[in-house]
């Protein structure tokens, strides 16, 4: 009886315990919709002058799934914030599209997110976002609550326990 030889070398390579590398986990739909988004704040250059870390973008979005607001703040290696704004169309078709894909997995009759908060840090490449299908006014700045909302927006991706 003949014996392959790639089976003779997958033979011994078991039997010394050494395995073939397991394959490549594929990303998520999920995680590459939201590298998308990420992708697009990076290319955009804003704000400009600013060596910033991380990111909070709030977008508002209307009933038909377009971008019809946004605001944030970009952080620095000291924490310190610089507002931002990211209306611009690549990045605005990316929000969309994120926002299009969750309505198609949700449920029936959901009508879909109208806010979203999306925060990235561009060192760890670690993302986060959080939805509102409700309240229009959920993360909204005002001049009450502009320190207390700059500090609670701060990403915090930079180490494996968010801090």
Do not use: C
């Not at 955009?44 to 009933?63: H, K, T, Y």
Request: charged letters at 30%; aromatic letters at 10%; hydrophobic letters at 40%.
């Amino acid at each position: 009886m003949k014996f392959p030889f790639s089976r003779f070398l997958t033979a011994a390579i078991t039997a010394v315990g050494m395995v073939a590398p397991a394959p490549a986990q594929p990303v998520s739909q999920n995680m590459e919709l939201m590298g998308a988004i990420a992708r697009e704040i990076v290319n955009s250059g804003e704000p400009q002058g600013i060596d910033w870390v991380e990111v909070s973008a709030i977008f508002s979005i209307d009933a038909d799934g377009d971008v019809n607001g946004s605001y944030g703040y970009v952080y620095d290696a000291r924490g310190q914030a610089h507002a931002a704004a990211f209306l611009e169309d690549p990045i605005e078709r990316e929000v969309k599209a994120y926002r299009d894909w969750l309505l198609h997995k949700g449920r029936k009759g959901d009508k879909g997110i109208i806010k979203m908060l999306f925060q990235f840090n561009r060192q760890t490449r670690r993302v986060r976002a959080d939805f509102e299908y409700e309240d229009p006014r959920r993360w909204q700045v005002t001049p009450a609550n502009l320190d207390a909302r700059v500090r609670e927006l701060r990403p915090r991706l930079g180490a494996a326990d968010g801090k």
